[in-house]
């Protein structure tokens, strides 16, 4: 794929809010939204699984954490270190597209369209943007370094960026799971920090085309896209 997306190849930008736009090439090809949605699919699921079982696979959850520190990307698919790192994402797309829809994967999908109503409304504050990007790169060598897939302290340090600069937004997205485990701060920390990482993701789908509108009338064209992305 590389070589297809010269406009948000390469831009060394925020972290987070690449302010790039999509070229018309990438607006017609739906396999990098489909990939940037897969993102967001991933990190929806992986707070469900924190919030209703208290844990949720640590490869997955690096990966998506990763691609909030990830600014130059070479193409849609490193953002996330690779297609590997959206396998849990695409797993969930096509069950859903696939009709083969569960409460579990309904929950996702929730959690991923009001991830994309918090991008927009970030992605239209540029003070917002600029503060949340700062918070962001503050933390990036230590997450960079650390031994820890899962590092603690750079994970609540991420999850309090979410609860300043977007929880405080006139939209919020409201979590369901076990008080068990939305009590515990280590969790919750980790679920902001996630959907953090689907914020990043609800940015890039934009960035390349991705508008609700094609989940409906493009989803057999991104079911087919998931499918084969899957399996290379």
């Known amino acids: 794929m590389p070589g297809r997306r010269g406009d948000c190849r390469k831009q060394r930008t925020a972290?987070?809010?690449?302010?790039?736009?999509?070229?018309?090439?990438?607006?017609?090809?739906?396999?990098?939204?489909?990939?940037?949605?897969?993102?967001?699919?991933?990190?929806?699921?992986?707070?469900?699984?924190?919030?209703?079982?208290?844990?949720?696979?640590?490869?997955?959850?690096?990966?998506?954490?990763?691609?909030?520190?990830?600014?130059?990307?070479e193409s849609t698919e490193s953002v996330y270190g690779g297609l590997g790192g959206v396998r849990l994402g695409l797993r969930v797309m096509i069950e859903l597209f696939s009709a083969r829809n569960n409460p579990d994967n309904l929950a996702?999908?929730?959690?991923?369209?009001?991830?994309?109503?918090?991008?927009?409304?970030?992605?239209?504050?540029?003070?917002?943007?600029q503060a949340l990007g700062r918070e962001i790169g503050l933390v990036e060598?230590?997450?960079?370094?650390?031994?820890?897939?899962?590092?603690?302290?750079?994970?609540?340090?991420?999850?309090?960026?979410?609860?300043?600069?977007?929880?405080?937004?006139d939209f919020r997205l409201a979590i369901s799971g076990k008080p068990e485990y939305l009590k515990q701060d280590d969790k919750v920390a980790l679920v902001r920090a996630l959907l953090l990482a689907g914020?990043?993701?609800?940015?890039?789908?934009?960035?390349?085309?991705g508008r609700q509108w094609r989940l409906i009338f493009q989803r057999r064209k991104m079911l087919g896209d998931a499918e084969r992305l899957l399996t290379a």
């Open 15 to 73: 972290p987070l809010l690449a302010d790039c736009q999509p070229s018309i090439e990438s607006r017609a090809d739906m396999t990098d939204a489909t990939i940037a949605f897969a993102g967001m699919l991933q990190a929806s699921e992986l707070v469900r699984q924190i919030a209703t079982s208290g844990n949720c696979s640590q490869q997955a959850a690096r990966a998506s954490l990763d691609s909030i520190f990830n600014t130059d990307p």
């Open 108 to 129: 996702s999908l929730n959690y991923a369209l009001g991830l994309a109503k918090l991008g927009n409304r970030i992605r239209r504050d540029r003070q917002r943007q």
């Open 141 to 169: 060598s230590a997450w960079r370094d650390t031994d820890d897939p899962l590092d603690e302290s750079v994970i609540s340090q991420l999850g309090d960026a979410y609860q300043r600069h977007v929880s405080s937004l």
């Open 199 to 209: 914020i990043r993701s609800a940015f890039l789908w934009h960035q390349v085309g």
